[in-house]
């Protein structure tokens, strides 16, 4: 390869993380801070605020699955992910300067459903520019997807910041002009990338590839079970900070740390993740990272001192690090030639299970304490195991 070759190689890698970055902290700005917008700003009572997140959640997951389909018959994906910033930027917009509930419920959540595709896209078209090029498509992966933890490790603490010093405005202003860099960047340094031939596809591979997802047990049972085991996950973001807190009675910074903790192992985790894959296989590797959580959720219920606590968190890191990273090649790998399709049904998995999550944890909690809920994610982790068991080879 020609110095400069390697040099355009290395401007396009760069792109794809500065893209999955920038659209990462676009969504990490606006989603933390929601309930508190809709709640203060907006003026909107609890049962509206769980309604919209429920019907926004439901919006993203169809309006995500009809752009991936669309993206893996004909569409160009660099012009699909610049179209669904585009829908980033007016939902931005929206929010920027309605304080109208049923504007927002209409109008913002149409535009934030068709956004919600950019990530799925990016990681699609990352796909198969790696595969395109001759690199190494999991470790490819890996650290692309290490950029959106970033992300989200940054966001958050961004976005309350930005709302509480500055207003919702300017908040939802500087999301929008992450938005427009993103559209910029992939215009601009993303090259155009052919979808995988049909023809490098034995008859076999081809039928299974194309047939409904629906009949596809492999993928359904895939799908089961990154649903399971992100719903347990979820559970425990809702309800740890409320379970240290009231029921083992420890400081309430010990939330934050935790999951800060976590979220910092998680990003070298993914990259080493990546780079395992060609020695211990992604099977295997899911494998380890359920029985990784299944001891998590054990130690949850069976420790309650905060330094055990930090210690438990390299086996959720280790857990949601490499669920994270290889969950998104798997489905690839069983949908080849519809990686549009399979980036978002992970995806879409992962959006269903914070509305499961969101529903048991509430009546749970409520009717039998929040010791519960960690017996319930260790259940879920489980199940989620002999799912993973079910998908063939």
Not at 38 to 62: H, K, Q, T, W, Y
Not at 302 to 325: C, E, H, K, R, S
């Amino acid at each position: 390869m020609t110095s400069s070759s390697l040099r355009k190689s290395g401007v396009i890698f760069g792109a794809f993380l500065v893209t999955t970055f920038i659209i990462g902290v676009a969504g990490a700005l606006q989603s933390p801070t929601l309930s508190r917008f809709l709640s203060f700003e907006v003026g909107a009572d609890p049962r509206l605020v769980g309604i919209f997140f429920s019907i926004n959640a439901l919006a993203s997951i169809i309006g995500s699955y009809l752009l991936a389909k669309y993206s893996d018959n004909k569409g160009d994906r660099r012009k699909i992910v610049i179209f669904c910033c585009l829908m980033g930027l007016a939902n931005s917009l929206i929010f920027a300067y309605s304080r109208n509930y049923y504007v927002l419920i209409t109008l913002g959540v149409f535009f934030a459903a068709l956004a919600s595709a950019a990530m799925p896209q990016v990681f699609a078209m990352a796909r198969e520019y790696a595969e395109k090029s001759g690199r190494n498509a999991v470790a490819f992966n890996s650290l692309i997807r290490a950029q959106l933890s970033l992300a989200w490790v940054i966001g958050p603490p961004l976005s309350f910041g930005l709302a509480i010093h500055y207003g919702f405005t300017s908040m939802y202003l500087c999301a929008m002009s992450m938005f427009i860099i993103s559209m910029f960047v992939v215009a601009v340094f993303l090259p155009p990338v052919e979808k995988k031939s049909i023809s490098s596809l034995s008859p076999g591979q081809l039928a299974t590839a194309n047939q409904s997802i629906f009949t596809n047990r492999n993928v359904m049972c895939l799908l089961l079970s990154t649903i399971f085991m992100w719903t347990a996950n979820m559970m425990y973001i809702i309800d740890m900070p409320i379970y240290v807190e009231k029921v083992l009675h420890l400081s309430d910074s010990l939330p934050g740390a935790l999951m800060g903790l976590a979220a910092g192992i998680e990003i070298p985790v993914m990259i080493i993740a990546g780079y395992m894959v060609p020695a211990l296989g992604k099977r295997n590797l899911f494998f380890i990272a359920i029985i990784c959580g299944i001891l998590f959720y054990v130690g949850m219920i069976l420790f309650t001192d905060p330094t055990m606590l930090y210690v438990l968190q390299i086996f959720n890191a280790l857990f949601i690090g490499i669920v994270a990273n290889i969950g998104i090649i798997y489905f690839q790998d069983l949908l080849p030639t519809r990686m549009g399709v399979a980036s978002t049904l992970f995806n879409n998995g992962i959006i269903c299970s914070v509305i499961l999550a969101g529903i048991i944890q509430g009546f749970a909690s409520q009717a039998y304490g929040h010791e519960i809920i960690y017996w319930i994610g260790l259940v879920m982790v489980t199940i989620s195991f002999v799912f993973c068991a079910l998908v063939k080879k």
